[in-house]
Protein backbone atom coordinates (compact mmCIF):
# COMPACT_ATOMS: atom_id res chain seq x y z
CA UNK A 1 0.00 0.00 0.00
CA UNK A 2 2.73 2.23 0.58
CA UNK A 3 5.46 1.73 -1.79
CA UNK A 4 4.41 2.46 -5.32
CA UNK A 5 7.78 1.64 -6.98
CA UNK A 6 6.08 -1.55 -8.88
CA UNK A 7 3.38 0.70 -10.64
CA UNK A 8 5.97 3.19 -12.00
CA UNK A 9 5.70 1.04 -15.55
CA UNK A 10 2.67 1.70 -17.49
CA UNK A 11 2.35 -2.47 -17.98
CA UNK A 12 2.32 -3.26 -14.43
CA UNK A 13 -0.48 -1.16 -13.82
CA UNK A 14 -2.37 -2.60 -16.50
CA UNK A 15 -1.83 -6.07 -15.64
CA UNK A 16 -3.37 -5.35 -12.46
CA UNK A 17 -5.92 -3.33 -13.96
CA UNK A 18 -6.64 -6.62 -15.49
CA UNK A 19 -6.66 -8.64 -11.75
CA UNK A 20 -9.31 -6.12 -10.90
CA UNK A 21 -11.46 -6.62 -13.47
CA UNK A 22 -11.07 -10.60 -13.38
CA UNK A 23 -12.30 -10.64 -9.92
CA UNK A 24 -15.33 -8.11 -10.56
CA UNK A 25 -16.50 -10.58 -13.01
CA UNK A 26 -15.85 -13.46 -10.82
CA UNK A 27 -17.75 -11.80 -8.18
CA UNK A 28 -20.37 -11.60 -10.81
CA UNK A 29 -20.30 -15.14 -11.72
CA UNK A 30 -20.78 -16.36 -7.99
CA UNK A 31 -23.69 -13.89 -7.39
CA UNK A 32 -25.28 -15.49 -10.77
CA UNK A 33 -24.73 -18.91 -9.74
CA UNK A 34 -25.84 -18.00 -6.26
CA UNK A 35 -29.42 -16.78 -7.72
CA UNK A 36 -30.06 -19.56 -10.03
CA UNK A 37 -29.52 -21.83 -6.90
CA UNK A 38 -31.96 -19.67 -5.01
CA UNK A 39 -34.13 -19.91 -7.68
CA UNK A 40 -34.06 -23.47 -8.20
CA UNK A 41 -34.96 -23.99 -4.60
CA UNK A 42 -38.19 -21.23 -4.48
CA UNK A 43 -39.41 -22.76 -7.23
CA UNK A 44 -38.82 -26.54 -6.74
CA UNK A 45 -40.25 -26.23 -2.76
CA UNK A 46 -43.67 -27.07 -1.90
CA UNK A 47 -44.45 -24.35 0.20
CA UNK A 48 -43.27 -21.35 -2.09
CA UNK A 49 -45.28 -18.96 -2.66
CA UNK A 50 -43.07 -16.50 -4.56
CA UNK A 51 -45.95 -16.54 -7.69
CA UNK A 52 -48.95 -14.61 -7.16
CA UNK A 53 -52.28 -16.31 -7.63
CA UNK A 54 -52.89 -15.73 -11.25
CA UNK A 55 -49.70 -18.32 -11.74
CA UNK A 56 -50.40 -21.01 -9.66
CA UNK A 57 -47.85 -23.57 -9.01
CA UNK A 58 -49.39 -26.46 -11.00
CA UNK A 59 -49.17 -24.27 -14.14
CA UNK A 60 -45.44 -23.71 -13.59
CA UNK A 61 -44.82 -27.51 -12.80
CA UNK A 62 -46.62 -28.13 -16.41
CA UNK A 63 -44.60 -25.50 -18.30
CA UNK A 64 -40.82 -27.09 -16.68
CA UNK A 65 -42.51 -30.28 -18.03
CA UNK A 66 -43.56 -29.76 -21.71
CA UNK A 67 -39.97 -27.38 -21.62
CA UNK A 68 -37.96 -30.50 -20.04
CA UNK A 69 -39.91 -33.39 -22.15
CA UNK A 70 -38.27 -31.46 -25.17
CA UNK A 71 -34.95 -30.84 -24.01
CA UNK A 72 -33.95 -33.88 -22.59
CA UNK A 73 -34.50 -36.45 -25.20
CA UNK A 74 -33.02 -39.74 -23.30
CA UNK A 75 -36.02 -40.27 -21.44
CA UNK A 76 -34.99 -40.47 -17.71
CA UNK A 77 -36.89 -39.53 -14.79
CA UNK A 78 -38.41 -35.88 -14.08
CA UNK A 79 -37.11 -36.73 -10.56
CA UNK A 80 -33.95 -37.36 -11.15
CA UNK A 81 -33.53 -34.18 -13.49
CA UNK A 82 -32.03 -31.00 -12.61
CA UNK A 83 -34.65 -27.87 -11.94
CA UNK A 84 -34.60 -26.17 -15.44
CA UNK A 85 -37.27 -23.05 -15.40
CA UNK A 86 -37.67 -22.20 -18.96
CA UNK A 87 -36.52 -18.89 -19.94
CA UNK A 88 -40.27 -17.03 -19.76
CA UNK A 89 -41.64 -13.97 -18.96
CA UNK A 90 -43.97 -15.27 -15.86
CA UNK A 91 -47.32 -13.74 -15.37
CA UNK A 92 -45.89 -12.16 -11.94
CA UNK A 93 -43.51 -9.84 -13.75
CA UNK A 94 -40.36 -12.05 -13.38
CA UNK A 95 -37.93 -13.54 -15.78
CA UNK A 96 -36.82 -17.06 -15.09
CA UNK A 97 -33.56 -17.36 -16.60
CA UNK A 98 -31.76 -20.51 -15.57
CA UNK A 99 -29.58 -21.94 -18.71
CA UNK A 100 -27.47 -25.51 -18.85
CA UNK A 101 -24.56 -22.65 -18.54
CA UNK A 102 -25.58 -21.57 -15.35
CA UNK A 103 -26.50 -24.86 -13.41
CA UNK A 104 -22.68 -25.33 -14.52
CA UNK A 105 -21.71 -22.31 -12.75
CA UNK A 106 -23.83 -23.08 -9.82
CA UNK A 107 -21.79 -26.17 -9.22
CA UNK A 108 -18.84 -24.69 -8.90
CA UNK A 109 -20.30 -22.03 -6.92
CA UNK A 110 -20.62 -25.10 -4.49
CA UNK A 111 -17.38 -25.91 -4.39
CA UNK A 112 -16.75 -22.54 -2.60
CA UNK A 113 -16.83 -22.50 1.44
CA UNK A 114 -18.87 -19.89 2.45
CA UNK A 115 -16.13 -18.16 4.17
CA UNK A 116 -14.21 -18.09 0.54
CA UNK A 117 -16.96 -16.72 -0.59
CA UNK A 118 -17.65 -13.57 1.98
CA UNK A 119 -13.83 -13.23 1.31
CA UNK A 120 -13.84 -12.72 -2.14
CA UNK A 121 -17.04 -10.38 -2.01
CA UNK A 122 -14.90 -8.14 0.53
CA UNK A 123 -11.80 -8.06 -1.40
CA UNK A 124 -13.99 -6.60 -4.14
CA UNK A 125 -16.21 -4.29 -2.12
CA UNK A 126 -12.12 -2.55 -1.24
CA UNK A 127 -12.26 -2.16 -5.13
CA UNK A 128 -15.24 -0.10 -4.81
CA UNK A 129 -13.63 2.06 -2.21
CA UNK A 130 -11.54 5.56 -2.68
CA UNK A 131 -8.88 4.76 -1.06
CA UNK A 132 -8.16 1.53 -2.79
CA UNK A 133 -4.31 1.20 -3.75
CA UNK A 134 -4.64 1.27 -7.28
CA UNK A 135 -5.54 4.51 -7.59
CA UNK A 136 -3.28 6.23 -5.70
CA UNK A 137 -0.91 4.42 -8.17
CA UNK A 138 -2.28 5.84 -11.55
CA UNK A 139 -2.90 9.28 -10.25
CA UNK A 140 1.00 9.28 -8.91
CA UNK A 141 1.86 8.08 -12.53
CA UNK A 142 -0.75 8.60 -15.58
CA UNK A 143 -2.77 11.44 -14.18
CA UNK A 144 -6.17 9.83 -15.64
CA UNK A 145 -9.51 12.29 -14.81
CA UNK A 146 -12.79 12.55 -16.21
CA UNK A 147 -11.77 15.46 -18.44
CA UNK A 148 -9.60 12.88 -20.21
CA UNK A 149 -12.32 10.20 -21.65
CA UNK A 150 -14.08 10.95 -24.72
CA UNK A 151 -17.39 11.95 -24.88
CA UNK A 152 -19.05 8.45 -25.75
CA UNK A 153 -17.26 7.06 -22.13
CA UNK A 154 -18.70 10.01 -20.77
CA UNK A 155 -22.13 8.85 -21.43
CA UNK A 156 -21.55 5.39 -20.17
CA UNK A 157 -20.19 6.36 -17.25
CA UNK A 158 -23.17 8.74 -16.35
CA UNK A 159 -25.52 6.02 -16.89
CA UNK A 160 -24.44 5.28 -13.15
CA UNK A 161 -21.88 7.37 -11.69
CA UNK A 162 -22.31 10.86 -11.10
CA UNK A 163 -19.94 12.59 -13.14
CA UNK A 164 -19.76 15.84 -11.69
CA UNK A 165 -17.10 14.79 -8.91
CA UNK A 166 -14.16 14.71 -10.30
CA UNK A 167 -11.76 14.24 -7.38
CA UNK A 168 -13.57 10.28 -7.67
CA UNK A 169 -10.76 8.08 -9.74
CA UNK A 170 -11.65 7.56 -13.28
CA UNK A 171 -10.90 3.98 -12.87
CA UNK A 172 -13.14 3.47 -9.92
CA UNK A 173 -16.07 4.94 -11.95
CA UNK A 174 -15.12 2.20 -14.69
CA UNK A 175 -15.32 -0.43 -12.46
CA UNK A 176 -18.56 0.37 -11.39
CA UNK A 177 -20.02 0.55 -14.07
CA UNK A 178 -18.37 -2.91 -15.20
CA UNK A 179 -20.37 -4.54 -11.62
CA UNK A 180 -23.60 -2.67 -12.64
CA UNK A 181 -23.10 -3.20 -16.33
CA UNK A 182 -23.18 -6.96 -15.40
CA UNK A 183 -26.81 -6.59 -13.45
CA UNK A 184 -24.38 -7.32 -10.21
CA UNK A 185 -26.77 -5.05 -8.16
CA UNK A 186 -30.01 -6.65 -9.85
CA UNK A 187 -28.61 -10.30 -9.12
CA UNK A 188 -27.86 -9.43 -5.51
CA UNK A 189 -31.08 -8.34 -5.24
CA UNK A 190 -32.97 -11.16 -6.58
CA UNK A 191 -31.06 -13.39 -3.96
CA UNK A 192 -32.56 -11.12 -0.98
CA UNK A 193 -35.92 -11.88 -3.09
CA UNK A 194 -35.23 -15.38 -3.74
CA UNK A 195 -33.43 -16.06 -0.42
CA UNK A 196 -34.69 -16.80 3.07
CA UNK A 197 -32.83 -17.17 6.29
CA UNK A 198 -32.28 -20.63 5.67
CA UNK A 199 -30.99 -20.88 2.00
CA UNK A 200 -29.05 -17.08 2.21
CA UNK A 201 -26.16 -17.25 4.29
CA UNK A 202 -25.90 -14.23 7.00
CA UNK A 203 -22.18 -13.59 6.18
CA UNK A 204 -23.30 -13.57 2.20
CA UNK A 205 -26.18 -11.26 2.67
CA UNK A 206 -24.03 -8.85 4.50
CA UNK A 207 -21.07 -9.22 2.44
CA UNK A 208 -23.48 -7.90 -0.15
CA UNK A 209 -25.12 -5.07 1.74
CA UNK A 210 -20.60 -4.17 2.09
CA UNK A 211 -20.43 -4.06 -1.59
CA UNK A 212 -23.50 -2.24 -2.05
CA UNK A 213 -22.20 0.23 0.22
Not at 27 to 33: K, N, P, R, T
Not at 117 to 140: M, S
Request: with cysteine; net charge negative.
Amino acid sequence: RQCLCCFKEYKHLEIFNQVVCSLINLVIGQVQALRDQLLKICTTSPDSNWQDEANPSDELLNVEKETQEEEEEEGEERSSEPCKVPDKQLESGRTCNVTEDSLKSTDLYSLWSTEEKEKLLLCVAKIFQIQFPLYTAYKHNTHPTIEDISAQESNLLGAFCDMNDVEVPLHLLRYVCLFCGKNGLSLMKDCFEYGTPETLPFLIAHAFITVVS
